[in-house]
């Protein structure tokens, strides 16, 4: 079984910074592109940040600039640096990993469990 786990998430002024960490755990062969989205209450879950193997990344308009993913491949984990948080940046946080299990596996998406962060004005 794999698992991924959230942390980080919080309440902040608009201005300020939070770090969300992702750690995928469980029967790991390799991990592909991990990623954070979020969902606000009534909308569409959306891609905020990927990042793949090798390191590419690529960001929602609304995020760059101030926004940046990272992972620690040895580790298994994606982070996400947010500065410069707006209050329209509250919503539930989800880490995604594309991962395989073994090596005759296909690779699958994996979801956490989300965590909110909130940005009051």
């Known amino acids: 079984q794999v698992q991924l786990v959230e942390s980080g998430g919080g309440l902040v002024q608009a201005g300020g910074s939070l770090r969300l960490s992702c750690v995928a755990s469980?029967?790991?062969?390799?991990?592909?592109?991990m990623g954070w989205y979020r969902q606000a209450p009534g909308k569409q879950r959306e891609l905020v940040a990927v990042?793949?193997?090798?390191?590419?990344?690529n960001y929602a308009d609304s995020v760059k600039g101030r926004f940046t993913i990272s992972r620690d491949n040895a580790k298994n984990t994606v982070y996400l640096q947010m500065n410069s948080l707006k209050p329209e940046d509250t919503s539930v946080y989800y880490c995604?990993?594309?991962?395989?299990?073994?090596?005759?596996?296909?690779?699958?998406?994996?979801w956490g469990q989300g965590t909110q962060v909130t940005v009051s004005p």
């Open positions: 990042i793949t193997s090798s390191g590419s990344t």
């Open positions: 469980g029967t790991i062969f390799g991990i592909n592109a």
């Open positions: 995604n990993a594309a991962l395989k299990t073994s090596v005759w596996r296909a690779s699958q998406d994996y």
